[in-house]
């Protein structure tokens, strides 16, 4: 069965502490996978869509990177607005569905 | 502005009470999907529309229909709301179905007493 785990669940970073998300799949064919930051009250917001092991894509503070059974999205020297939560999903080859996890929970403190 | 319009934003209703929920989009997408959010579970796809007229199932469609009359709207119907269905509700829209770049409404609150 397809399925995304995201960990840890909550994360707590000290204003320019850097720190990763993970993201690990488990899927029969990866046609990719895509990251999302949510606020409080707001719809998801696409972020970044990796295709292929070794893809990096970045922007601003966040760069994700992609495993053949994971995704990390590394956040260097944090600030308070990155403060959010952040959700993983990933599509396989098989479907065209989109399968999320249960997303991780980032807050920085100033 | 680009943007995906839900209504109404909040809502609390009870039991049986027939309700629909309505999504709009100004992105001219072909691709509309109405999700539930829930702690702990994610988000899971209820129904969603690959064009006009074109709707079918997604993980958890019990108790949901759709209709898609026009490219730019997909209303959500909850005929007998029952509450299971207290849930956040988003609705999202994207150019192809083969694209996972969504874009969110900004999401409806349920509760179902």
């Known amino acids: 069965e397809d399925q995304v785990t995201q960990s840890p669940e909550a994360l707590r970073l000290q204003e320019g502490e850097s720190s990763s998300l993970n993201c690990s799949y488990t899927v029969s064919g990866l046609r990719g996978l895509f990251w999302y930051r949510q606020d409080p009250g707001k719809g998801p917001e696409f972020l970044f869509t990796l295709y292929s092991a070794g893809e990096e894509k970045e922007k601003e503070r966040l760069k994700a990177t992609l495993t053949k059974k994971e995704s990390f999205l590394h956040i260097t020297a944090p600030k308070p607005e990155d403060s959010a939560t952040y959700l993983c999903a990933v599509q396989a080859d098989s479907s065209y569905k989109l399968i999320f996890g249960s997303g991780t929970r980032l807050l920085v403190r100033p | 502005e680009a943007q995906v319009t839900q209504n109404p934003r909040y809502l609390i209703t009870v039991t049986g009470k027939k309700l629909t929920v309505t999504c709009s989009q100004n992105m001219n997408h072909e691709y509309m999907s109405w999700y539930r959010q829930d702690p702990g579970l994610g988000l899971r796809q209820i129904y969603y529309?690959?064009?006009?007229?074109?709707?079918d199932k997604g993980d958890v469609p019990e108790g949901y229909k759709v209709s898609r009359k026009e490219k730019r709207n997909f209303p959500l119907i909850l005929e007998s709301p029952s509450p299971n269905q207290t849930s956040l509700y988003f609705c999202?829209?994207?150019?192809?179905?083969?694209?996972?770049?969504?874009?969110f409404g900004e999401g409806s609150r349920l509760t179902v007493l």
């Open positions: 529309s690959m064009n006009v007229e074109v709707t």
């Open positions: 999202a829209s994207s150019f192809g179905e083969n694209t996972g770049e969504l874009f």
